[in-house]
């Protein structure tokens, strides 16, 4: 059974400084992994997908990473912002006939102004 | 631009009443899903659907029913409401997109704030 965890749970930064949020995932055999926002009372934002034959995607100061064979894939997050404050969760789908996203619970990040 | 739309957004239940859920997605999307989230548990797949008609239990199906009567819309019921099932629940749509496994990303809606007393 796939399980993800994201470490910390919890992290607070000074505005301006980079950051890098940790995911792994048990069974490396993927086809995907995700990388979403989620703020306070409200649904999903997709960040980024990585495909498993990908080493990592960036999009503006977000790049993530993925380590397919060591299940780890981090997201770094440049010149953070009080706007970046928000829980970011990854999700993997695991190859094997499930259309099944499978999510970690989460690091709720805060950026102090 | 609604992009998934969930109604209604928040609700309060008695045990054992029923209720249906709506998602509907604008986006022309094949793959729709219903999660639920819950503190501590992270998001859990109740049931999806992969087509018009189609639907198949994700991991959390029990005391839930869904169907997909028309590709735009997913419907989550509770037929008899228990306080377990208090949660906030989400719908999901994503795009076929070419070959078997698709890597197109699953986009959410704002989710329905569901109360069993």
């Known amino acids: 059974k796939q399980e993800v965890t994201q470490i910390p749970a919890a992290l607070s930064v000074p505005e301006g400084e980079n950051l890098v949020l940790n995911c792994s995932f048990t069974?490396?055999?993927?086809?995907?992994l995700q990388w979403f926002r989620q703020d306070p009372g409200k649904g999903l934002t997709s960040l980024l997908l990585?495909?498993?034959?990908?080493r990592e995607q960036t999009s503006g100061r977000l790049n993530a990473s993925l380590d397919k064979s060591s299940g780890r894939s981090t997201l770094y997050i440049a010149a953070s912002q009080p706007g970046d404050s928000a829980t970011y969760l990854c999700?993997?789908?695991?190859?094997?006939?499930?259309?099944?996203?499978?999510f970690g619970k989460g690091t709720k990040l805060t950026v102090n102004p | 631009n609604a992009g998934v739309t969930q109604t209604p957004k928040f609700r309060v239940l008695k045990t054992g009443q029923s209720m249906t859920l709506l998602c509907a997605q604008d986006?022309?999307?094949?793959?729709m899903y219903w999660y639920r989230q819950d503190p501590g548990m992270g998001l859990r797949l109740i049931h999806y659907?992969?087509?018009?008609?189609?639907?198949a239990k994700g991991e959390v199906p029990d005391g839930y029913n869904v169907s997909r009567l028309k590709k735009q819309n997913f419907l989550l019921g509770l037929e008899s409401a228990a306080p377990s099932q208090t949660s906030v629940y989400f719908c999901?749509?994503?795009?076929?997109?070419?070959?078997?496994?698709?890597?197109?990303?699953?986009?959410f809606g704002d989710g329905t704030r569901l109360s069993i007393l």
């Open positions: 999901a749509s994503r795009k076929m997109g070419q070959g078997s496994r698709s890597n197109q990303p699953q986009h």
């Open positions: 069974d490396s055999a993927i086809y995907n």
């Open positions: 990585i495909q498993s034959s990908q």
């Open positions: 999700a993997v789908v695991t190859q094997g006939g499930s259309e099944k996203l499978v």
């Open positions: 986006m022309n999307h094949e793959y």
């Open positions: 659907s992969v087509g018009e008609g189609t639907t």
